[in-house]
């Protein structure tokens, strides 16, 4: 019967404590005639903990992260993320893929993750949608009036704050991108619920200006009725 240490494996035996001397294998026949002490020799237990990308069905999801090799009672670092998210950045490992579990920053130290031998340890990535900033231009010098900038988050609806620019001669006709995103200006109604995924980056700024249209009088001029 094999001699059993908490959290260690049996290797074999040794003439030493120190395992300097002559060893014998398990199972192994001593021959000799004179008395003998053999000290039971011990290797601490390994785990491997691999890493789970957390984003089922996310198809913009790209790259590895390879799994670790961990010793019993030696602390030492996980893996970094090798995972990417359009629209999201990586926060922590969490041994939950529900985020209940223990949560652990990248590359941090570790050490006794689990006391069994050869055993597996998951850890699943936990991501932060990325935040922007919506910011109003008035789209024109003559045009009059401020709006505050808003805080979005990627693949969340927000909603457009109500037009409160002004400009003489002119109607408020809707909003469009500053800038081309994918290839082409973006248009929204005012108070509009939108979602622009083609923001992607942490920080980054969604401006958006006033189109004028015309304002149109019309005038009877000497006619009767409303016009």
Partial sequence: TEP???????????????GSGTAYAKGAVYTGNAALTLYAQWAPNTYTVRYMENASGDTTLSGTTKFT????NKP???AKC?????????????TKADG????????????????????VVFLFAWWKPIKYQITFDKGNKAASGSMETITAYYDQAVTIPKNIFSRDGYEFGFWTTVKKYNGKNWYYQDQESITPNFITKENDKLQLKPVWLYSVTLDPNGGNGEI
């Fill in 76 to 78: 030492s670092n996980i």
């Fill in 82 to 94: 090798g995972y990417k998210r359009k629209g999201y950045v990586f926060t922590n490992w969490n």
């Fill in 4 to 18: 059993t240490r908490a959290n260690y494996r049996f290797t074999g035996w040794n003439t030493a404590a120190n």
């Fill in 100 to 119: 209940s579990g223990t949560s652990y920053g990248a590359s941090s130290k570790v050490s006794n993750l689990t006391d069994k031998d050869r055993g």
């Fill in 69 to 72: 090799t961990h010793t019993y």
